[in-house]
């Protein structure tokens, strides 16, 4: 069966860091979003791409980055990673009805 | 750009009532209304959608109401279960164009 997973689901790092979470589709979506969930903030748009060499920014990019260098693999890097950005981070893609289908999710904690 | 605000933000029923979440909209152009319920643990999926051309539509015990002219549009959930307990998200966009930016959610509790 076609789905999306991201790597890794757990992940503690120290300030400073470089860090990057992984997303894979395999139902060959073009349009695919970073969200990242916090309490009281509920979902929020990070960056997203069209298609290949398409990134955009979205609500909350600011110390994100994203890369499409082809249509499965959507990953983002944090260049320097911040106490702020501990978060769960989630990948989407969106089908043809309009649907957007979410991975499971990756637990970042930033020390 | 699109600006989504739920409320509220935890809601408590018994099991049996109903349940009723109100979501309202700021861009005009929207016309793409889905809910994503999300369990413990779990990642958000899709449970109900609707398009800025009906005003209303029914799954079985959800229903989604639309009102473009107030923009704003409610999740009803009739018949209340345990299982229904989750986070619910509205989210608004322009129909497979545009990036969905999701209301802040919604707790619901139903209690035995």
């Known amino acids: 069966d076609a789905e999306i997973t991201q790597s890794p689901r757990h992940k503690i790092t120290e300030t400073g860091r470089q860090v990057t979470l992984a997303c894979h589709q395999t139902?060959?979506?073009?349009?695919m979003f970073w969200y990242r969930q916090d309490l009281g903030h509920g979902l929020r748009l990070i960056h997203y791409?069209?298609?290949?060499?398409?990134?955009n920014k979205g609500e909350v990019s600011d110390g994100y980055s994203v890369s499409r260098s082809n249509t499965e693999d959507l990953p983002l890097t944090l260049e320097s990673a911040a106490s702020s950005q501990t978060s769960v981070y989630f990948c989407?893609?969106?089908?043809?009805?309009?649907?957007?289908?979410f991975g499971e999710g990756s637990r970042l904690t930033v020390l | 750009g699109e600006n989504v605000e739920q409320h509220p933000s935890t809601l408590s029923v018994q099991e049996g009532d109903s349940a009723v979440i109100k979501c309202t909209y700021s861009?005009?152009?929207?016309?793409?209304f889905p809910w994503y319920k999300q369990e413990l643990g779990k990642r958000p999926q899709l449970i109900i959608d609707?398009?800025?051309?009906?005003g209303e539509k029914k799954d079985q015990r959800i229903a989604v109401t639309l009102n473009k002219t107030a923009k704003h549009f409610s999740l009803h959930i009739t018949e209340t279960q345990p299982e229904d307990s989750a986070v619910y998200f509205c989210?608004?966009?322009?129909?497979?164009?545009?990036?969905?930016?999701f209301g802040t959610g919604t707790r619901l509790q139903v209690f035995p």
């Open positions: 139902w060959n979506h073009n349009n």
């Open positions: 609707i398009r800025s051309n009906v």
């Open positions: 861009d005009s152009a929207s016309n793409y």
């Open positions: 989210a608004g966009a322009l129909y497979n164009t545009d990036k969905l930016i």
């Open positions: 791409s069209y298609g290949v060499h398409d990134t």
């Open positions: 989407a893609s969106r089908g043809a009805t309009g649907e957007l289908f």
